[in-house]
């Protein structure tokens, strides 16, 4: 029993099985204490712990879904399934995560990834900005492909969620990501990330002759400009200078400059965001939680976790704000930001901004609009400010958005964790394991006490054994059940069927530059492997290598593998 809850909560955190088997022989003394080996601990997770049925996969984490609206009523989340009533999508949104959108839902990022579940289908991620200038989740969802119409419901649901739309939200380039916000959420201001589209720039554009010349030129055309008007002009140049007037790829840029060029987003707030490196960064954080095997009522468990590793850390920022040593309304990362822009200015540097200001009421505004975009005040504005002898910035200056003394009702709200997951006799038994090592933590040290303990605990256990064969009739629980609950079908609203396999964007693999050259590679290691050389008794020349002899056969497929060398090379 101890090792079946060992392997359940290191496989809910991520933990791998083959250090959970070495943790457990470590325990005993290495692994041939152990009467089980690390392909059992495999073959446990895989039976008990997670579902190889589609069907009862997704009926398990339609349960879970039952289960935590159970536990907290403003738990949301819709499921979508086609005509055969198979499952296609599904988004769910934390009650804690639903409240907080009320405060960081101004400005979203949202993008999805492939690979954290075993049917491959695309998670879609809502990723927000907290009061210290971290990503927050908001939300997530599970979809059936990445089409217009599948991104449509997505959106849908998320109104009917949050009973608001996004202010602003910012995506990749996807065609049918821009069809479904501009059908559903037609007010709000969409943004593509600039990231994406620049990092483009070396496959698009490194055939050309002066490629680092029109690198250098277009960076700067796309970041330096200060007006709408500039950009236009500069950008036109750019194309004429560098005879790029036939670049399908830029042009079609071009055509497309008010979702993506900086300039055209001034005045705007994005809290900091141009790119959708915060749905990035957290791809990463879900790395050591969600896995390309995981079932879908897995899924959704670790991503429980993933939800109370985030809340853990938002509150560790909010204790360290509330030991602040300099009293501030900002939070710590948001006063740190500033105080980087008050150092900015007094550095020697000339600066060519534009900065209006009214000496009468001290409102500023300068021309990078860093204030407008990030609600925090540019080293220029600073520096007009200390020219003036301005020891205080006005209170319009300070958005309660980074505010650490906002009361945010979020934070009184725990994440919804499934406590029932696991069956009555696992949790007893983890609640009396707790009990045992707090105790014997305190009769360590003494030979005398521990012994003391052990006789107690071997004449407690004699006890119950009596006291249970004089209750026979009593039905004793089996602790080799299955540890996760099993819910009965009927619970079930409807016979949902498991998903299809989604096909992940992309080449195939097969058909992926130099495949036919890895595989070439292969059948010769492979050759060489079954026709070793013949090596002879004298002494060998350390700088000649031995090359088996070749077959006709073997000797045109050689000289394919070269062949193909040769065009892998120059390709």
């Known amino acids: 029993m101890h090792a079946k809850c060992v392997i359940q909560n290191n496989d809910e955190a991520g933990i791998r099985p083959n250090k959970t088997y070495l943790a457990l022989a470590n325990e005993v003394g290495g692994s041939s204490n152990l009467s089980y080996s690390e392909k059992d601990v495999r073959n446990f997770i895989t039976s008990n712990l997670r579902c190889a049925d589609g069907n009862v996969d997704v009926k398990e984490m339609i349960s879970y879904f039952m289960r935590m609206k159970y536990i907290n009523l403003n738990f949301f989340y819709a499921v979508d399934v086609d005509e055969a009533n198979q499952f296609k999508s599904a988004l769910w949104v934390d009650a804690r ?21 075993k049917h491959g289908l695309p998670f879609a991620s809502f990723v927000g900005v907290n009061h210290h200038g971290k990503s927050t989740l908001l939300g997530c969802a599970l979809m059936g492909n990445e089409k217009i119409r599948c991104f449509e419901w997505v959106f849908k649901q998320w109104l009917r969620c949050m009973g608001s739309s996004l202010q602003a939200i910012i995506t990749d380039q996807c065609k049918s990501m821009f069809g479904a916000i501009k059908n559903v959420l037609p007010d709000t201001r969409h943004r593509w990330c600039i ?3 620049m990092k483009k720039i070396p496959h698009k554009l490194r055939i050309y002759a002066r490629y680092k010349e029109i690198d250098d030129r277009m960076h700067g055309t796309v970041w330096n400009v200060r007006s709408v008007e500039s950009f236009e002009k500069d950008w036109s140049v750019f194309i004429n200078e560098f005879n790029l007037e036939r670049n399908i790829w830029l042009s079609d840029l071009y055509d497309e400059r008010q979702m993506w060029v900086p300039i055209y987003f001034q005045g705007e707030f ?27 009522v897995q899924f959704v468990h670790q991503y429980d976790s993933v939800l109370g590793n985030k809340e853990q850390k938002e509150l560790e920022d909010d204790a360290v704000d509330s030991k602040g040593v300099v009293p501030c309304s900002s939070s710590t990362t948001i006063e740190r930001q500033f105080q980087q822009q008050y150092m900015l200015y007094g550095e020697p540097r000339s600066w060519n901004n534009i900065v209006k200001f009214d000496p009468s009421t001290h409102k500023i505004r300068c021309e990078c609009n860093m204030f407008a975009s990030r609600g925090i005040l540019c080293c220029h504005c600073l520096a007009v400010y200390f020219y003036y002898e301005v020891d205080r910035v006005p209170s319009c200056y300070v958005l309660p958005r980074w505010s650490k003394n906002v009361q945010r009702k979020h934070t009184f709200i725990k994440s919804s964790h499934d406590e029932k997951r696991s069956d009555e006799s696992h949790n007893l038994f983890k609640r009396m394991c707790t009990h045992f090592f707090n105790v014997a933590q305190k009769f360590m040290t003494c030979e005398e006490e521990a012994a003391v303990l052990h006789s107690g605990l071997d004449e407690l256990r004699a006890k119950l054994v009596d006291y249970r064969v004089n209750l026979g009739s009593r039905s004793v629980p089996n602790t080799d059940n299955n540890m996760l609950t099993q819910f009965d079908p009927a619970c079930i609203a409807s016979d949902i069927q498991g998903p299809s396999k989604v096909a992940t964007k992309g080449q195939p693999r097969l058909k992926r530059l130099g495949s036919e050259l890895d595989a070439s590679i292969k059948r010769s290691m492979r050759r060489k492997k079954n026709n070793p050389p013949q090596v002879n008794n004298g002494a060998i020349n350390p700088n000649i290598v031995a090359v088996p002899a070749l077959s006709m056969n073997e000797s045109h497929g050689n000289d394919e593998f070269l062949s193909l060398l040769h065009s892998f090379r120059h390709s």
């Open 195 to 197: 990231w994406h589209i």
């Open 97 to 117: 995560c639903r409240t907080s959108y009320e405060y960081y839902g101004d400005v979203v990022s949202f993008d999805t990834t492939y690979t954290r579940n």
């Open 270 to 296: 994005w809290a900091g965001m141009r790119s959708t490196q915060r749905s990035e960064s957290m791809h990463a954080f879900y790395g050591g939680y969600l896995h390309c095997k995981s079932g879908l």
